[in-house]
Structures are given as C-alpha cells and as structure tokens.
C-alpha cells in the first residue's frame, strides 16, 4: 500500500484560498488513482474530489464544483487539492486517499488514507 501525508491545512478567511498537498511514498503512486474527502466536527466523512492515475480525469463532489480543483504530479508523488472562494462550511479535517480507479474512491471504495490536515474557515 502507498502512504500518504497530507500538508498545507491552515485557518483562512471566508472567500480565501488555500493549496493542499499529499505527498505518496513508494513507486507506485502512479498506479494509483487519488481523492481528497473531508469530515467536519459531528458529520460523517464525505467525498470531495478524485483524479484518474493519468490525471485526464477528475470527478467532484457537487458543493464543491467549481471552487476547487484536484492535480496530481506523477512525477513527484503528489496530489493537490485547490480550495478557492472558501466558505465556513469548508471546515473540517481534509483526508487524502488512494484507491483503483476515480469510480471506486467516489463510492468510498478506498485502499489507504492519510492522516488529515485540518482547514479552518473564520474571519
């Protein structure tokens, strides 16, 4: 299995930015396709993005369309999550993920997790 480290959480202004980032250790995060999910205090986990192995494809959550934008870089192991235009209801604990295919961590089918990294949304 790969592991995964999430960075770049943070406290941000209602209507900000912010880049999160999970970096994979291993050689085969290239076979991986990856997703970000995020769980705020008192609800459950949900999806939030995932992105193919090649990075052609990506899938979103519907509250989030628009605003945030999934990359990866197979070349450095690395997926990233763009947030933009943040809302309050933003806040929670981002979760990466890795799992077979875009189809299987969208149904939360998902082989490993990182460990979080939590966001912040306050004026």
């Known amino acids: 299995q790969v592991q995964l480290v999430e960075s770049g959480g943070g406290l941000v202004q209602p209507g900000g930015s912010l880049r999160l980032s999970c970096a994979a250790s291993g050689r085969t995060f290239s076979s991986y396709a990856m997703g970000w999910f995020r769980q705020a205090p008192g609800k459950e986990r949900e999806f939030v993005a995932a992105i193919s192995r090649s990075g052609g494809t990506a899938s979103y959550a519907d509250s989030v369309k628009a605003r945030f934008t999934i990359s990866r870089d197979n070349a450095m192991n690395t997926v990233y999550l763009q947030i933009d235009s943040l809302k309050p209801e933003d806040a929670a604990v981002y979760y990466c993920?890795?799992?077979?295919?875009?189809?299987?961590?969208?149904?939360?089918?998902?082989?490993?997790w990182g460990q979080g990294t939590q966001v912040t949304v306050s004026s």
């Open positions: 993920a890795a799992g077979s295919m875009v189809t299987a961590i969208v149904r939360g089918a998902i082989d490993s």
